[in-house]
């Protein structure tokens, strides 16, 4: 089983959609859980740290099962500037500060 | 906005050369970082770096690879002997200030070193 996996995409939805992206991590161990962008041939950047009791920052909601081992992230009236690659990802259980988990990411296009 | 730097932005080499990736990490951080991404893979963690050692390194970190930070601003990635297999984009990242030693989990990326190695 892969240690954090996503859905690939592409997901193509039209400006003003609601999207979800799923991601599931095999080690029960991780503590911390983000959601990082990442734009075409760039860096990652994150987006959103990802709490228990779910979180929300604008448009962008986080929800986070530990007992399924789960981690959501919904967005609400998507923009084009929304289109990129969205990346589910856990610290590394035992692992050194800054010992990220990255999934390969789910890729959104967001159109006209 | 105070960023991570880094240098080249893209560098092709022979296989069996020696490479430097060369990072400016934010001045006030404390944390180093340095992941690779092979083109359509994921981020891959290599090794991290913290009060002039290495803290971690994963499996991909080997003896070919080796990190310096040889004054108070640079962060170095060496590679001895480049292989074909060695072709990514290498990130730098840190985090952590001075008065912040918590893991927030957020890393400040770079732009990333393209590595191409024919």
């Known amino acids: 089983r892969k240690e954090v996996e996503q859905d690939p995409g592409p997901f193509n939805v039209p400006e003003g959609a609601t999207v979800a992206f799923n991601c599931t991590y095999s080690n029960s161990a991780s503590q911390s859980f983000f959601w990082y962008r990442q734009d075409c041939r760039k860096e990652p950047k994150l987006l959103m740290s990802?709490?228990?009791s779910g979180n929300e920052d604008g448009r962008f909601t986080a929800q986070l099962n530990r007992a399924s081992q789960y981690i959501s992230l919904l967005i609400r009236d998507s923009k084009l500037s929304d289109s990129a690659t969205y990346l589910c990802v856990v610290n590394k259980p035992g692992g050194s500060q800054g010992n990220l988990i990255f999934g390969k990411g789910t890729k959104l296009s967001v159109k006209p | 906005e105070p960023e991570v730097t880094q240098t080249p932005s893209h560098q092709v080499t022979q296989m069996g050369q020696e490479v430097i990736l060369r990072c400016v990490p934010i001045?006030?951080?404390?944390?180093f970082y340095w992941y690779r991404q092979i083109l359509g893979q994921k981020v891959e963690f290599l090794v991290s770096?913290?009060?002039?050692?290495?803290?971690?390194k994963s499996e991909i970190f080997d003896d070919q690879f080796s990190v310096e930070r040889p004054d108070g601003s640079n962060f170095t990635l060496k590679i001895r002997s480049t292989k074909l297999e060695d072709s990514a984009m290498y990130f730098c990242?840190?985090?952590?200030?001075?008065?912040?030693?918590?893991?927030?989990?957020?890393?400040?990326f770079g732009e990333g070193s393209r590595l191409t190695v024919l």
């Open positions: 990802v709490y228990s």
């Open positions: 770096f913290y009060n002039n050692e290495i803290s971690e």
């Open positions: 990242a840190s985090t952590g200030g001075l008065l912040v030693v918590t893991n927030t989990g957020e890393l400040f």
């Open positions: 001045s006030n951080h404390l944390y």
